[in-house]
């Protein structure tokens, strides 16, 4: 195992994990486990690995418009930072222009590069809104996250039917009513079809 490669090194600790937990690393269900693991923590924590820069690189553009833009619905898989077990839900996620805009596939990219870390819900969801401000510089920006924790659904409170919803509001989202009202209008005010 060499000290640079942190696939092999967390694979022996879930090994360890396995032995500390009265279970035989060596029996025919567990014995690949350390290496799937290893594997699925390096792609759930990914997040630690991107850069914004890149995700935004030659996808802004400039555009004379200044109506609200709004992504809704991007699902979001993440992990608490408490307890490492997961949290998923979606992002709505808008702003309104000042001359630029941005490819909307980036708005879920950006989404991922956080979600994809050890996070708390309130940062994961300044952090989109803070992104998209940095990379833009909008006349505003509002991100919506709604999830259910697993950590509260599983163990300690045990409230299967529990979410929680943390919202960042910026510039006119969080200066300007009707902006704002808009905004969640435009997200929870979703016609039936």
């Not at 940095?134 to 259910?148: H, M, Q, S």
Request: aromatic share 6%; with cysteine; net charge positive.
């Amino acid at each position: 195992m060499s000290d640079n490669d942190p696939t092999s090194a967390l694979s022996e600790l879930v090994r360890q994990q396995l032995m500390l937990l009265g279970e035989d690393p060596e029996r025919e269900g567990l014995k690949k486990t350390p290496d799937r693991v290893a594997k699925s923590l390096q792609f759930l924590t990914s997040g630690y690995r991107a850069d914004i820069t890149k995700i935004v690189n030659q996808a802004v553009f400039r555009e004379g418009g200044d109506e609200m833009v709004v992504v809704r619905d991007i699902e979001l898989y993440s992990m608490c930072e408490h307890h490492m077990l997961p949290f998923f839900g979606k992002a709505h996620v808008a702003y309104v222009p000042d001359g630029r805009v941005i490819g909307l596939s980036k708005i879920p990219r950006l989404v991922d590069a956080f979600a994809r870390r050890l996070q708390v819900q309130e940062r994961l969801t300044h952090q989109i809104a803070q992104a998209l401000e940095c990379a833009l510089k909008p006349k505003g920006v509002g991100v919506i996250v709604e999830a259910r924790h697993l950590c509260m659904m599983m163990r300690g409170v045990e409230k299967q039917n529990s979410s929680a919803s943390s919202s960042a509001m910026l510039g006119l989202f969080r200066t300007d009513s009707k902006t704002r009202t808009e905004f969640l209008s435009l997200v929870h005010g979703r016609a039936s079809g």
